[in-house]
Antibody, heavy 115, light 110 residues
Framework: QVQLQESGPGLVKPSGTLSLTCVVSGGSISSSYWWSWVRQPPGKGLEWIGEINHSGSANYNPSLKSRVTVSLDKSNNQFSLKLNSITAADTAVYYC????????WGQGTSVTVSS | QSVLTQPPSVSAAPGQNVTISCSGSSSNIGNNYVSWYQQLPGTAPKFLIYENNKRPSGIPDRFSGSKSGTSATLGITGLQTGDEAGYYCGTWDSSLSAGVFGGGTKLTVL
């Protein structure tokens, strides 16, 4: 059974870049799966951020597309999220997951944007 | 503003049944499978239903899903206090080429 674990800084300054990593265990990231990121602002609902597949093809939420990059690191069996030009509105719990319909989720990592 | 529309809250007594609706359009629910997720307070979402009405292993048959046209419904029978949680519908939107979720429904078991 695939397991996912997010990691990254809990506090990021406004206008900076948020970088998160998701380590995949119990399976190879080079499988046919897509790998996804989802976030949840405090007290709000889920927002799909984007996904990447084993070949490096990516899809992004149109509302975030200009600021988001999802990438693969096959050597370390992990994938990453970069979100630039961040503001307080990007404060959220960030989850990594597998391909749609998102059957496996990490525990989530909380990110606060503040100076 | 979520692409999919869910009621903000529903409530029912233990032992009763409840349904949660999820409304979309032809570009999402109308032409793609719907999934449902349960989120207990302070935890990650849990996969509850996929492909409109299928349950992953370990999910009790008290939980069911259905779809008709551009709407989907999650049903929960024999409510338990442990079912008190947020419930989200999700699907792929072919026009956006993106995953979309409903705004979530908070279930209160009175």
């Amino acid at each position: 059974q695939v397991q996912l674990q997010e990691s990254g800084p809990g506090l990021v300054k406004p206008s900076g870049t948020l970088s998160l990593t998701c380590v995949v265990s119990g399976g190879s990231i080079s499988s046919s799966y897509w790998w996804s990121w989802v976030r949840q602002p405090p007290g709000k609902g889920l927002e799909w951020i984007g996904e990447i597949n084993h070949s490096g093809s990516a899809n992004y939420n149109p509302s975030l597309k200009s600021r988001v990059t999802v990438s693969l690191d096959k050597s370390n069996n992990q994938f990453s999220l970069k979100l630039n030009s961040i503001t307080a509105a990007d404060t959220a719990v960030y989850y990594c997951s597998n391909s749609w319909p998102l059957g496996v989720w990490g525990q989530g990592t909380s990110v606060t944007v503040s100076s | 503003q979520s692409v999919l529309t869910q009621p903000p809250s529903v409530s029912a007594a233990p032992g009763q049944n409840v349904t949660i609706s999820c409304s979309g359009s032809s570009s999402n629910i109308g032409n793609n499978y719907v999934s449902w997720y349960q989120q207990l307070p302070g935890t990650a979402p849990k996969f509850l239903i996929y492909e409109n009405n299928k349950r992953p292993s370990g999910i009790p048959d008290r939980f069911s899903g259905s779809k008709s046209g551009t709407s989907a419904t999650l049903g929960i029978t024999g409510l338990q206090t442990g079912d008190e949680a947020g419930y989200y519908c999700g699907t792929w939107d072919s026009s956006l080429s993106a995953g979309v979720f409903g705004g979530g429904t908070k279930l209160t078991v009175l």
